[in-house]
């Protein structure tokens, strides 16, 4: 399981744009036959799409990718980390925001 954060429009402006969202990843792998079977719930659209041009890609490329068992996990792991810089940030913004509104009406 997975969690990523997300910018969204809020339907309320005084709300977060941000959503921490959770995706999972089931994995079946078969020793004997090499084989290996995936269920992707709830996937973010930066993920589905890595995959999906991972496997259009060349056959060669194609068949590199899923020769690995752990690629997927990988790919999915690097495709929901890039917003997480972006969300700390806006947190940080918000806190400064919160701090210069108390330090103005608190007198030292």
Sequence with gaps: M????????????????????????????????LESNHIFIRTPESA????YNA????TEEAWSFCS??????LLCCSSVCENWGHYLNALDEDLTKLVCMVARDVRW
Aim: proline share 7%.
């Design 2 to 33: 997975l969690k990523y954060a997300e910018l969204q429009q809020p339907e309320d402006p005084l709300n977060s744009p941000w959503s921490i969202r959770q995706f999972a990843v089931y994995q079946k792998f078969n020793l004997r036959t």
């Design 48 to 51: 589905a799409d890595c995959i």
């Design 55 to 58: 496997l259009r890609s060349s």
């Design 68 to 73: 690995s068992y752990e690629n997927i996990h």
